[in-house]
């Protein structure tokens, strides 16, 4: 893999840092509002601000200093035979990899809580998934009105929103949380995004990807994961974070 190739990993690096910056400053937001809750009124705006100013610097930095390529109206638009029956095929493979573990924790009775969602930080969860998710646009590139307009590229959004939804679900969800209650936080964030790594090498080398190159992917999913569980840990709901990685996977 060449420096440039790897240069063009910092975009999805900076979508990673600006999202796990957005879910803090709004777990900042939240906290004093929270029963019990310790911090002082007087360092949450700094608390909010911090976060926010990084997020706002990460993602005009990028933008401006390393920008995407835009697809040209006259472009070929990625996936743009996607469609239906790619939608549903993904979204059933999704839901077979999540039930087991949806049994499992119907049979324990531990409710949605186990998985990481909850009504109290729905919305705000959502919210800030959307925003987040207009950022890592602009931070990827594809912003043009070919890209979106394309039918692909919304039925390959509705196949995301299930890679997404099941890969939270497990990893920052069910995952994270059984760790969280075994380990320290900086322990537990680092193995569940270690884990997530790691589920994902057999896809790369089916993929006839070089172990150089597959190195440095779990590199970048390692971050991933790591920037998600930070980000988790602040936002305490899946939903907002399943959004912004499926955006992230139909923009890279």
């Not at 939804?165 to 059984?178: D, I, K, N, P, T």
């Not at 900086?186 to 090498?201: K, M």
Request: with cysteine.
């Amino acid at each position: 893999m060449t420096a440039a190739e790897i240069m063009a990993q910092v975009p999805a690096l900076a979508c990673m840092v600006v999202t796990a910056a957005a879910f803090t400053a709004a777990g900042a937001w939240r906290g004093p509002r929270d029963p019990g809750g310790g911090d002082s009124r007087r360092r949450v705006p700094w608390k909010v601000l911090v976060p926010v100013i990084l997020g706002a610097f990460v993602t005009a930095a990028v933008v401006l200093l390393a920008p995407g390529k835009p697809t040209s109206p006259d472009a070929a638009i990625p996936h743009a035979s996607y469609g239906p029956g790619n939608a549903m095929f993904q979204l059933a493979i999704n839901a077979a990899l999540v039930a087991p573990f949806v049994a499992w924790v119907a049979w324990r009775r531990s409710g949605a809580a186990a998985f990481g969602v909850g009504k109290p930080d729905l919305l705000p969860s959502l919210a800030v998934g959307a925003c987040v998710s207009l950022a890592c646009i602009a931070m990827l590139g594809p912003v043009s009105g070919s890209f979106w307009s394309s039918p692909g590229t919304w039925w390959l959004l509705v196949a995301m929103l299930g890679v997404g939804a099941s890969e939270e679900l497990v990893f920052r969800g069910l995952l994270l949380g059984s760790l969280s209650k075994r380990l320290p936080r900086a322990a537990a964030e680092a193995t569940s995004a270690a884990i997530f790594a790691a589920v994902h090498l057999p896809q790369r080398l089916a993929s006839g990807m070089a172990m150089a190159d597959a190195a440095v992917s779990l590199s970048v999913l390692f971050v991933w994961g790591w920037c998600y569980a930070v980000a988790m840990r602040a936002g305490r709901n899946v939903p907002g974070l399943a959004l912004v990685h499926a955006v992230t996977n139909v923009c890279v």
